[in-house]
């Protein structure tokens, strides 16, 4: 499979309805800590949005969730996957990706079969405590030696200067949180990210809304 080579993540619907309608292709729900009426208002929602921008809509974390809602992506951290029902998402179609961090993690990874591996952080990131260092892409390089023709998703710390390097070490798509959600205007830096990721991927970047 390929992925968009703009990998925005967000916290919330309200992101997505400000977001998406620019041109974002590929978007992440990451909400933690909600109770679960509440995250399926937001997942319904969000599938709204993204069927009628025709955007590909990852669901994280919450599998049963996204089963239930007949979405078509999940995103698990390591131990999130730790507990899923692999069996259960697969007959529900839906597909996979699987962050990394060590090479513990990405053998644990690969024995699950996912539609893509993400590695971070690549940079520092002021996302979330981590207890690893950045990766760098000398490591981004070797993990798409390891994992061959699968999706490699490059996370944490990224911003525009550094997409080139990104890219040129193997990684199929960038993915940003804080870059544009910080951002003093984030739609404009959004449009900004659409146009340079789709530049360096060789894919016709989409057209401003007027």
């Given amino acids: 499979m390929k992925l968009d080579p703009f990998y925005l993540i967000v916290d919330s619907t309200d992101w997505i309805a400000r977001l998406v309608p620019l041109g974002v292709k590929l978007v ?5 800590e909600r109770p679960v009426p509440a995250l ?3 997942i319904r929602a969000a599938r709204v949005i993204c069927a009628a921008h025709q955007c590909q809509l990852i669901v994280n974390d919450y599998w049963q969730l996204a089963i239930e809602e007949r979405c078509d992506f999940v ?3 390591q131990e999130d996957l730790a507990v899923a029902d692999l069996g259960a998402i697969r007959s529900a179609g839906l597909k996979l990706g699987l962050s990394t ?5 990405l053998l644990t990874a690969l024995g699950a079969e996912p539609d893509y591996i993400a590695l971070g952080p690549v940079y520092p990131t002021i996302l979330k405590q ?3 260092a950045p990766q760098g892409l000398e ?3 070797e993990w798409k030696q390891r994992i061959g023709k699968l999706p490699l998703v490059a996370i944490g710390g990224l911003n525009l200067d550094r997409l080139d390097g990104v890219f040129a070490s193997g990684a199929s798509s960038a993915a940003v949180v804080t870059d544009i959600t910080l951002n003093a205007s984030p739609e404009l830096r959004t449009q900004q990210w659409l146009a340079a990721t789709q530049t360096a991927r060789g894919v016709p970047a989409p057209k401003p809304l007027a």
């Fill in 101 to 105: 961090h060590d090479e513990a993690e």
């Fill in 130 to 132: 981590m207890k690893w």
């Fill in 28 to 32: 992440q729900l990451r909400i933690k």
């Fill in 139 to 141: 490591r981004l390089r």
């Fill in 75 to 77: 995103h698990l951290g």
């Fill in 40 to 42: 399926r208002a937001e």
